[in-house]
């Protein structure tokens, strides 16, 4: 753990992101295994990558954005507060779009219309969660210390953990729908390879820019919370809320643990 701090943070921001990319490379292999994925298993790892999600909004990117702020000699509450509401609204605008999107080709029963459809939802749910990675492991550009590396890699956990449903939920409708196997893999994993890409880019920014650092904690803060609030909860709900409820809180208690006994 010692040997990652020193490592320069767009180099472990690539990393993680291609860990977050990994596991949806494996949700997506199961295609090649099953036609069907235990339900409740997925219910249970899309509430314990929404609480570690949660908790991590907070402990690793809000929190920092504010004490970070009190450092630039900001006023402490401006840029996160600005930087959380836009977060929220990018990822609002986002979902707004898609749906204009899939009611212009809802009266299109064309299969390949409906693979484009489901791979375009999970890329662009991706963006911010790449984009939140790359401004954590940013943020080690300001704040090195372990608490601030071990928040962001746990923020990457969460994620990662949460993508591997999210592979399967593209891979195994496409192979339903007549794809075949490997097609069916490739576009499962194509969903998950944006996150590298806006991670870098997060990265760089909060490196390169380090007075508007705050903002860009908070807006993935933001970005974070109203992905989850708006599709993981309700998709991990969805069939069995009670199991999706017990991973929830067992991932925010473990994100809370790890940064009050390492903080």
């Known amino acids: 753990m010692q040997h990652l701090i020193t490592l320069h943070p767009l180099l472990l921001a690539f990393l993680a992101t291609i860990f977050t990319w990994f596991l949806t ?21 899309l509430g314990f990558g929404a609480g570690v999600m949660i908790a991590a909004s907070f402990w690793s990117l809000l929190a920092p954005a504010i004490e970070l702020s009190i450092k630039l000699n900001f006023i402490a509450w401006i840029l996160p507060s600005l930087g959380f509401i836009c977060g929220g609204l990018f990822v609002i605008f986002a979902d707004r779009f898609l749906d204009k999107t899939i009611k212009v080709n809802e009266n299109n029963n064309s299969s390949k219309k409906r693979s484009v459809l489901l791979v375009l939802a999970v890329t662009l749910h991706n963006i911010p969660e790449g984009l939140a990675v790359g401004v954590a492991f940013g943020g080690l550009f300001a704040d090195n210390s372990m608490t601030t590396l071990i928040g962001a890699m746990m923020l990457a956990l969460g994620i990662g953990l949460q993508n591997f449903p999210e592979g399967a939920a593209v891979s195994l409708p496409l192979r339903r729908e007549g794809y075949s196997i490997k097609k069916s893999l490739f576009y499962g994993q194509l969903s998950g390879l944006v996150e590298p890409i806006s991670g870098i880019f997060g990265c760089l920014a909060a490196i390169s820019i380090q007075a508007i650092l705050p903002f860009l904690l908070a807006f993935s803060a933001g970005a974070m919370v109203l992905v989850v609030a708006s599709e993981l909860i309700p998709e ?14 067992i991932g925010f208690v473990l994100m809370m643990i790890l940064d009050v006994s390492l903080g």
């Open 25 to 45: 490379f494996l949700g997506a292999l199961v295609v090649c295994f099953f036609k069907k994925v235990n339900l409740n298993f997925l219910d249970v790892m």
């Open 236 to 249: 991990a709900c969805r069939n069995h809320k009670n199991l999706a409820c017990f991973g929830l809180i």
